[in-house]
C-alpha cells in the first residue's frame, strides 16, 4: 500500500495533565502527571496513519539535540520513516507545552525551535521521499515562519501536476488571520483537493460568524470542503451538496490531536471509497476513542471502531 506523504510541524508536546485552573502570574498549581509527546499536526497524523496501517512519510524539521533524538527514536521504535526529518545544529526541537484542565479542555505555549528554519528549501531536499505517495498532506504552515503560504502553494501545484492526491490543514494563526494571509490561503486551496478546518478556523478565514456560510466560500475554491464540529459532528461541502454526522459522547480526557486524527481518519475512510457520511463517521469516531484514552501510548486501531 503506497504512503502518505506529510509536509508541516513536527514536534515535541510536554503535556501536563488534569489540572482545576490554569496558574495565575507569580503562583503555583499543582498538576496530576505529565508526558512528553510525538507531536505537531505531522507528528499526530503519522502515529494516526500508523495505527490505521497506512505508511506515513514526514517532511519536517527538529533540533540536533535530545529532544529531537528522542522524537526520532520513538518514530524509529514504529517502524516510521525519518529520512525526511531535518536535525539542525544549534537549534532548540519545536517544542509545545500543554496544559490540560480536568475537562479536557486545553492552553498551549509553543516554542518554534528548528521550525524557524524550515522552509521550501528542505522540502525540495527531500521531497524525491514523496515519489510513491499516493497523496501528499500540506498542514500547520502557519506555524512555519518561513514556510509561507505562497511556498505551501508552490508544493500544491507541485504535487498535484505529479498527480497526488493534495489534502490541506493549515491549523490556526497565531498572526491573527490577516486579509493577506486569508487571501493567500483561499488561492492555495484552489489546488487542494480535500481541505480540513474546524468550526472555528473556518470561520476565521472566510470571516464569516456561520461555518455553513464559511463553508459554502471554501467550497468555491476547493471541490470537498470538510469541517470539524467537535462534539457536535462534522460535516463535507462537496458537489454542491452539504453531508453532515453527529459527534459521539465520551469522556473526555485531552482533546490535544483530535483533529489530526480525524482528517487521517478521513483520509483512511476515502481510501477505502467509502460513502461521504461513512467518512466523516468513521474520522468522528477514531477521534473520540483519541480524546477518552488517559495516555497516548497508542492509537485508535481498525479493530475498535
Not at 510536554?14 to 502570574?25: M, N
Not at 505529565?34 to 514526514?58: C, D, N, Q, W
Request: overall charge negative; proline content about 3%; charged content about 25%.
Amino acid at each position: 500500500m503506497s504512503p502518505v506523504g506529510i509536509v508541516g510541524n513536527f514536534n515535541l508536546d510536554i503535556v501536563i495533565g488534569g489540572l482545576e485552573e490554569q496558574p495565575k502570574w507569580d503562583t503555583e498549581v499543582m498538576a496530576q502527571g505529565f508526558e512528553k509527546r510525538v507531536a505537531g499536526t505531522a507528528g499526530y497524523m503519522a502515529l494516526a496513519l500508523h495505527s490505521l496501517g497506512l505508511r506515513p512519510v514526514i517532511i519536517s524539521s527538529v533540533g540536533e539535540d535530545q529532544d529531537g533524538s528522542f522524537l526520532l527514536e520513538q518514530l524509529d521504535q514504529l517502524g516510521i520513516e525519518t529520512g525526511g526529518i531535518v536535525g539542525l545544529k544549534g537549534s532548540q526541537t519545536p517544542t509545545s507545552f500543554v496544559i490540560v484542565h480536568k475537562n479536557g479542555s486545553r492552553a498551549i505555549v509553543s516554542v518554534s525551535g528548528a521550525h524557524d528554519e524550515f522552509g521550501i528549501d528542505m522540502y525540495n531536499e527531500k521531497k524525491d521521499l514523496l515519489t510513491d505517495n499516493k497523496e501528499v498532506v500540506i498542514c500547520g504552515n502557519f506555524l512555519l515562519p518561513k514556510f509561507t503560504v505562497v511556498d505551501a502553494l508552490e508544493v500544491a501545484i507541485e504535487q498535484k501536476r505529479l498527480g497526488k492526491k493534495i489534502y490541506f490543514d493549515p491549523s490556526w494563526d497565531p498572526h491573527g488571520w490577516k486579509v493577506e494571509t486569508r487571501k493567500n490561503t483561499l488561492e492555495l486551496i484552489k489546488y487542494v483537493d480535500v481541505c480540513l478546518l474546524n468550526e472555528t478556523e473556518i470561520c476565521h478565514l472566510t470571516n464569516e460568524l456561520d461555518w455553513k456560510k464559511a463553508v459554502n466560500i471554501v467550497g468555491q475554491y476547493c471541490d470537498e470542503v470538510v469541517v470539524k464540529l467537535g462534539e457536535k459532528g462534522a460535516a463535507v461541502f462537496v458537489g454542491g451538496e452539504l453531508h453532515t454526522v453527529k459527534g459521539y459522547t465520551v469522556s473526555v480526557v485531552d482533546t490535544t490531536g483530535a483533529g489530526d486524527t480525524f482528517d487521517m481518519g478521513y483520509l483512511y475512510a476515502s481510501r477505502k471509497g467509502w460513502s461521504f457520511e461513512r467518512r466523516l463517521d468513521f474520522a468522528n469516531k477514531i477521534a473520540s476513542i483519541l480524546i477518552s484514552q488517559k495516555t497516548r501510548e497508542k492509537y485508535p486501531q481498525l479493530l475498535e471502531t
